[in-house]
C-alpha cells in the first residue's frame, strides 16, 4: 500500500525526511523543563555522512543543518541555520584561526569579547581585511592581516550584499556552557542554552551578560549539539549514539558508526564549537578529528579550523535545487 514520505516545511519547501541513512531526521525536544516550554518543538537536522544538504549562499557552498530553534525578542522561533565547511572541491578553505587572542589583553572565553567573533563579524561579514589570529591547526598564532576582500589566494571572499541581507542580525547566540565535556548531545543542547552556573568554583558557565545571550552581527560557530545530531549512527543507531557522552565518540564502535556517519566531523585537525568550558576561563569546546567533542585542556588561544555558521531570516526562501553538490538548494529574498 502507499505510504506518504513526512516532509518538513521549510520556508519556500517541503523537504522529506528518512528515518535512516543519509538525510533530514526529525529531532524531539519535549522535556526542556529547565529551558522553558517554548524549545519544547521539533527541529528538522540534516545527519549522515552526505545528507545533500548542500545550498548555493555567498556565490559559494554552505551547507543547511537544519531548521532549528532560535530565541527572539518574540520568544523561541525557527530558522534555516547554515555552515560553511571545509573540503569543497573548487573552493577555498576558511582556515585555523584563535577563539580568542590578543596581544595586549591576553585571552578569555567570553565570546561577546572574542577576537574570533570579532573578525567573522568584522572584516569577514564586509569583504575587508585587517587584524585576526590565524595559523595552522593546533598552533599559538601571532596578530596578522586577514584579507577577505576576494583578492587573496589564500583566504576566502567575505560575505557579498545579498548575503548580508539573507542573515538575521538581530537573532540572539545563547552561549551557555558547562564543566563537564562528557555529556550527551540532548544535555549540551540544554546547557548550551541554559543560565545555570554549571561550576561550584569561581568560574561561571558564560563570561557575558544577562540570560547567556548575546547580540550580534549574524555569524557565529555551530554548537556541540549540532555535531552531535549531525549522525545517523550506521549500525549502532542514531539512539544509542545520542546516549552516548560526545567525548566518548573516538572509542572503539561509536568512532566507526557514530562519528564516522557524520557530516560533521572535521576530515583533519579540530574545529572550534561557540561553546565555552566552564571549569576555566581560558576554555571552549572544540571537535576533533577522531569525532570526539572535548575541552581537553586546549585554550581559547590556539588555532583551530573554523566554520563560520548563520541563521537565514525569516524572509529568505528555499527556491529550488535538490542539496546534491551539483544541484544545491537555492535562495531567494
Known sequence: YFKEIPKAQFPGMKIPLVEAGDGLYAVEHSNLTSLGSGWNKTEYRYAGVNPNNYVKFNNELWRIIGLVNVQTDSGVEQRVKIIRTNGISGQKDFGNYAWDRDKNSGYTNNWTTSKLKDMLNGIYYNSGKGECYAGSNGSDPSQSTC???GSSATYPKGLDDTARQMLDSEIIWNIGGWRASSITADTFYEKERGTST??????????????????????????????????????????????KALYNWDGSNYKTDCANNDWLKPSSGYNWTLSPYSSGSDLAVRVTSDGCVSYGGYSVYLAYGVWPTAYLNSSVKITGGSGTIGSPFTLSL
Open 147 to 149: 584579507d577577505f576582500s
Open 198 to 243: 554549571g561550576s561550584s568554583n569561581t568560574y561561571p558557565n558564560v563570561w557575558t551578560t544577562a540570560n547567556d545571550t548575546i547580540y550580534h552581527s549574524g555569524l557565529g560557530l555551530m554548537y556541540p549539539s549540532d555535531y552531535g545530531y549531525a549522525t545517523h549512527g550506521g549500525s549502532t543507531g542514531r539512539a544509542s549514539c545520542f546516549a
